[in-house]
Structure formats: structure tokens, C-alpha cells
């Protein structure tokens, strides 16, 4: 009998190597690697000029400019929605622009928001300093208060406003607003 126990050692150590050589074998399984995620490129800094030069990039095309920063919670909350309206306006025509009002020292804030949020639309950040001139720059009767979003026709002028915070409804509005004047402009849509 102790010549039929020999066999039945070396019968799993038999099948354990051909199990190894087909790739069966049960060694632990490396988890696939998720694909990087490419970093969010910081936005470029503008200052009032910078500001003026974007309008005039985009004239003949309607502008919503949001201006919004890491640290204000209704701007957080507002922010998502701004996307989901920029991608349900963009084949229309219109141009969405985010400008943040956060510091320098913020910047690690600002790279992980726009990670969460993924936006469609450009961001920018104010140059640091001059956030009076600035403001009044953009709209002599604004006072930098934020959440601001600013409508812009087609000829780059200010058609509305809306700041603090405001429901989807009055987005909606002003988002079709700023479209329907471009179309009665006369100026082509591009």
C-alpha cells in the first residue's frame, strides 16, 4: 500500500506545474492600473486687460462670464449647474467663461475643484491686487459681491446680470435672454 502513496504526492505537485505553465496557476492577480489622471492645468491669470481681450476674442458670439472663487459655498453650489448649462447652450452658439477670484496661496484649491467639477467652458483667475478696479472694470456698479455672472450680446455689451445666488429657472432665462437678443442683433452667429 505505501506504493500507491507516492504517486498521490506527486500527482499535485504534477498538476500544480502544468497548471503553472498554462497560466492557470492561483499566484495573486495584480489589479489592472487605472489610466492617470492628466492634471488640471491651472488657469491662466488676467488682470482688467485681460478681461477686455476676452470679451473681444469672443464678440459675435453670446458670453456668460461666472465669476466664482473655492471659498464661497453658493458659488460651490452654483457651479455644477453653470456646466450643465453650458453644455445645453453651447451648440447655440454661446460662450461660457469661468473667472476665479481665489489668491495665489488658493491655487491648490482651485486645481482640485475644477478636477471635481470638470468643466466645459474656460477658466481663468483674476490677477491678485486691484479687486476694486477690477470689479468696476467689469461693471462700474458691481462691488466684486460673488457668485456674479455677467450676459453679454453678441457686441460684446452688457446685456444683464445676475448676483448672489439665483435659482436654475433665472439662469434659464437670462441664458435664452442673452441668446434671443443675439438673434435679433443682425450680427452673424459664429
Request: with cysteine.
Amino acid at each position: 500500500m505505501s506504493g500507491n502513496r507516492a504517486p498521490l504526492r506527486i500527482a499535485p505537485r504534477i498538476l500544480l506545474c502544468a497548471a503553472a505553465a498554462l497560466g492557470l496557476a492561483a499566484a495573486p492577480q495584480s489589479k489592472p492600473k487605472a489610466p492617470a489622471k492628466a492634471p488640471v492645468a491651472d488657469p491662466a491669470v488676467i488682470d482688467q486687460q485681460g478681461f477686455r481681450e476676452l470679451l473681444e476674442r469672443y464678440r459675435g458670439k453670446p458670453v456668460v462670464v461666472s465669476f466664482w472663487a473655492t471659498w464661497c459655498e453658493p458659488c460651490r453650489e452654483e457651479y455644477p449647474m453653470l456646466n450643465e448649462l453650458a453644455r445645453q447652450y453651447a451648440p447655440q452658439g454661446l460662450v461660457v467663461l469661468g473667472i476665479s477670484l481665489d489668491e495665489d496661496s488658493e491655487i491648490t484649491l482651485v486645481r482640485h475643484f475644477l478636477a471635481r467639477y470638470k468643466p466645459v467652458f474656460p477658466n481663468y483667475r483674476k490677477r491678485p491686487g486691484s479687486e476694486e478696479a477690477f470689479a468696476h472694470g467689469v461693471n462700474p456698479k458691481w462691488n466684486g459681491a460673488i457668485p456674479a455672472t455677467f450676459f453679454y450680446s453678441r457686441d460684446a455689451r452688457q446685456q444683464t446680470q445676475l448676483i448672489g445666488e439665483h435659482t436654475r429657472a433665472e439662469f434659464e432665462r437670462a441664458f435664452r435672454a442673452v441668446l434671443e437678443a443675439g438673434a435679433k442683433s443682425g450680427l452673424p452667429a459664429h
